[in-house]
């Protein structure tokens, strides 16, 4: 049975009854980044501070607003996210698509691409690539 750091998700049945895990410190520090910005504050009852607010930020893209303030918020809810969870990722790039960018996503979805490296092992990093709403 191959060792795992932590799970995958959306959790899927994987080999003989477990669910399917990373096996490598940076996958699975990956899947940590996609878990803390996609939970949504409020939702971990014990710690009610941990996630973000990204869900709600992605919900006003039907309101009438400047589409403008739209990005600047989800860019500081992913640096506060990870300065205060997860100091040890450094992000080396964060671009955030809205329709307007990219006329492939839906009006109600924004794009998320970044790459990080870890703090104090420059030479190991990922990306991660998320579409909300």
Same mark, same amino acid.
């Given at each position: 049975?191959?060792?795992?750091?932590?799970?995958?998700?959306?959790?899927?049945?994987?080999?003989?009854?477990?669910?399917?895990?990373?096996?490598?410190?940076?996958?699975?520090?990956?899947?940590?980044?996609?878990?803390?910005?996609?939970?949504?504050?409020?939702?971990?009852?014990?710690?009610?501070?941990?996630?973000?607010?990204?869900?709600?930020?992605?919900?006003?893209?039907?309101?009438?607003?400047?589409?403008? *303030?739209?990005?600047?918020?989800?860019? /500081?809810?992913? !640096?506060?996210?990870?300065?205060?969870? $997860? &100091?040890? #990722?450094?992000?080396?790039?964060?671009?955030? *698509?809205?329709?307007?960018?990219?006329? /492939?996503?839906? !009006?109600?979805?924004?794009?998320?691409? $970044? &790459?990080? #490296?870890?703090?104090?092992?420059?030479?190991?990093?990922?990306?991660?690539?998320?579409?909300?709403?």
């Amino acid at each position: 049975m191959p060792k795992y750091i932590n799970f995958k998700f959306p959790l899927r049945k994987f080999d003989r009854g477990y669910f399917e895990g990373n096996q490598t410190t940076i996958k699975a520090i990956t899947e940590n980044i996609k878990i803390l910005l996609l939970t949504t504050k409020g939702e971990r009852v014990i710690n009610p501070d941990i996630g973000t607010n990204l869900s709600t930020i992605s919900g006003i893209l039907f309101d009438n607003i400047d589409k403008s *303030e739209i990005v600047p918020r989800v860019r /500081e809810e992913i !640096i506060q996210a990870l300065q205060k969870y $997860m &100091s040890q #990722v450094k992000l080396t790039n964060l671009v955030i *698509e809205t329709y307007e960018d990219n006329p /492939e996503l839906e !009006i109600s979805q924004i794009k998320i691409k $970044m &790459s990080y #490296v870890l703090e104090d092992i420059e030479n190991i990093g990922d990306s991660i690539s998320l579409t909300l709403g």
